[in-house]
Structure formats: C-alpha cells, structure tokens
C-alpha cells in the first residue's frame, strides 16, 4: 500500500479503536476517507496538506457527511454544501476522517452537553475534556489525528486544548470564514484550530485562512505565510501579564505553572511587562448576556420546517413548532434561548443587552490600551484542571466560570492560543493562554512554537494512539 493510504488506514483504526471508551467522534467515514486517499495518490501535484488526516467539529457543514450540531434536532441531518474551510481544507490535499462530539450548539465547557454522550479525557476517562469542542480535542491529544477544526465563541477550543494538553487556537474575527459553521452568536463565533504543536495549526490556518464573498465577516487582510517564523528568536518581545486576574477562583497549582512559564519566557529573552485590563472582571456576565441573546436569534431557524427532527403528532403549525423545540433542544439549549430571548425583551433590553454592549466597548478599549505596552497577553487558559464529568453539570454558573480567561478575546475579537505548561499533582494538563491584538496570528504563533520546543511537556495520556 502506498503512503498516504496506510498512514489513513493507520489513522482510521486508531479512530475507531479508541472511539468505544473516548466518544470523540460522531462519525468516522472510511470509506469516504480512503477513496479520498487514493484519489490523491494519482495526482501528481504535491500539495500543502498533502494527505494529512484532519478532524472536524460536527457543526461544520459537510456534504460527505452528517452535520448534527450534537443535538436531536437536526440528528444526522446532512448539508448540501461544504463549508468554505473544509473546501479549502480539501483543495489543500488534507483528509478529513470523520465528524467530532461537541456540546450541544457549542454551549458548554465540558462536552457534557452532547444529545450523543460525554466525551472522555484521554488523561483521565473519569474526567471531561473541556468543551465545547471536546471531541476534536480529543482526537488530537489521543494522537488520532495531529490537527482538528473546532469552533470557538467563548473559548471552545482554548480551554478543551489547555483540559487535554494540546495547542489550541481561535484567530481574529474575520481571519477565517464562518460560512458553513453553524451559528450560535455570530458576532463571537470563529473557526478554531487545534494542533499537536503550533506548527500544525500554522499549516491548517495558512491553508483555511482569507476572504470568502460568501462570508461578508471576513477581511480584506493578506495571509502571511503563518509557517515561515515560527523558530524566530523572541528576544526582546514583550509579553504583558494582568497579575489582577491571577486571583480568586484559580487553582494554586496552575497559578503556580503559569508563573514558572512567565519564568521561562523571560530566560528565553522575552521581556515581561505589567499590564491592567480593569473591565476583564465583567468579562463572563456581558458574554453570557450577548451569547444568549444571539443564540436566542440564531436558533429561532430550527422549527421542524427546514431541517432535521418534525415533532410527531402534532395538529396545528404552532403546535408542530412547540412541540419540535421541547423535544429536539436539550437543557442547555433551552436555558440559553431562555436567557436571550429574556434580554431582549423591550423591559429589559436597555439594562441588559445594550448596557453589555457598551461594557464591551470599554473591554476592547482596554486591551488596545494593553497592546500599546506589550505584543501579547499572557494568562492561564483555564481557572482549573479537567473537572470530573458531573462535578459541575448542575450548577451552570460554576460551569460559565470555567471561561472567565477565553471569553475576552471573542468578545474583543482578537487572536488567541493555548499551550500546554506543565501538569498538576495529579497528572492533569495546565494550560497557558497568549492573547495577541488583531491580525497578529504570526506573533502569537511564534511565540508559542519557542516555548513548545524549549519547554516541551514531554508526556502523554493514558490513551493514546498505536
Ligand atoms: N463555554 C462557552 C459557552 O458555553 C464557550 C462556548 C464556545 O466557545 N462555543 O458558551
């Protein structure tokens, strides 16, 4: 067999063999995977992702397969287009080999949210893997595949990248084209990347990034070549710490790992400045008010009409709809559309939506501020290590708290990224987050390719690919 259809029959069984106890995937598509394969085995052309196997999250569209969004209405519903990232994926020369597990919609942190089940952390099965992403974070850091597309509104793939120990990364709004990933708030919403290391997601963002006319969001902005400086010397880049957010509800031992990474960046030549972002505090109430209120807009689509799950039995369209909603959303969902639709409403519309609005405002003035004295923003990613799956599923405001360090780019529309800096006590990857103002992937990226190779974590999960 020739190269890149062993190396994909390689990936497809780890796939399949280690699905049964992770569930990261939705759907693994051999068949489709392997013609694909041998399609470019005949081409002669050598191309950027040549046969590399990528992942994708199930709420990016797909016409080789289902796109369920992780939830019963639209259940293996299947698109009539592809995304305009899986067709750039696809003309790069890359694989994709199935359809990953999210929290419903993408609302969650600990992938629990799935109408389909949990996915499991390879470091710990008893544990979550972050969310909303999960399932394609869990495809990289249980070494199926070495890069997945995830989507991120609040964090979703930063923070299942820092619970799994691998690299994750959202870029500037406008950086990569939404058209085909589901919406859930369009003014937060981004494809994101997750990789083995920053030079895997530099190639998948170098091969997704760029205008789209089918996307009026993205920007007229050059794509560099993202894989050039990635080994550049850092010396002299200046990285910012808001030490007022080192606070209450962090772990010690990620404040502890985090301030060892500072350490290390430093001794790398980097220079460490101090950095204030007074308006982050209110980061995760304005998110939850904006998220909710654009779900509660983008959601309104899904009423038995168009696509997916009909409720049965009912008489009259009112009914239909009603009855489609309460049996196709899952709790989460309910909650969210709940929310919005409560924030919106003419009483509450002033003291609620467009006051968040405005704080929103000074959050961004706060981090141009910041990046007048800094190149990037250095953070943990996440307040803890992956919680155990149920610790927190009753108790949404403890769950929304684990985005207290993502939701700030989304809202300011900036680049960031995760990687891993270290493991706890109990063997649990910590992550690091690097926050960059607009269009600044190349920094970012560089910054987090030297530390990876000077500061690798050197060990892996329990469960990992053959
Ligand atoms: N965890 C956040 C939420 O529940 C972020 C989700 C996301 O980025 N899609 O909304």
Known sequence: MSEIKSNIEKTLHNAERLNGELNSFLTIERDYALERAAELEKSSDEKPLQGFAVAVKDNICTKFSQTSCGSRILGNYRPQYNATAIEKLLDAGAIIIGKTNLDEFAMGSSNENSAFGAVKNPWDTERVPG???????????????????????????RQPAALCG????????????RFGLVAFASSLDQIGIFGQTSKDVADVLGAIAGRDKNDSTTAEVEVPNYSKNLDDDIRGKRIGVPRSLFGEGLDDEIRDAVE????????????????ELPNAKYGIAVYYIICTAE???????????????RAENAHALREMYMKTREEGFGEEVKRRIMLGTYVLSSGYYDAYYAKAQKVRTLLK?????????CDAILTPTAPSTAFKIGEKSDDPLAMYLSDIYTVSANLTGTPGISIPCGLSAENLPIGLQLVGNHWSESTLLNLAN????NFPLGAKPKIYAE
Request: overall charge positive.
């Open 131 to 157: 969310g909303s992403s999960g399932g394609s974070a869990v495809a990289v850091a249980s070494g199926v595949v070495r890069a997945s597309l995830g989507s991120e509104t609040g964090g979703s793939v």
């Open 166 to 177: 691998i690299v994750g990364f959202k870029p500037t709004y406008g950086r990569i084209s």
């Open 260 to 275: 060892r990474a500072i350490d290390n960046y430093k001794s790398l030549g980097a220079e460490i400045v101090d950095v």
């Open 295 to 309: 779900a509660s807009s983008n959601l309104a689509r899904f009423d038995g009409v168009r696509y997916g799950l």
């Open 365 to 373: 003035k706060d981090y141009f501020k910041a990046f007048e004295k």
């Open 450 to 453: 030297v530390y990876e190779t």
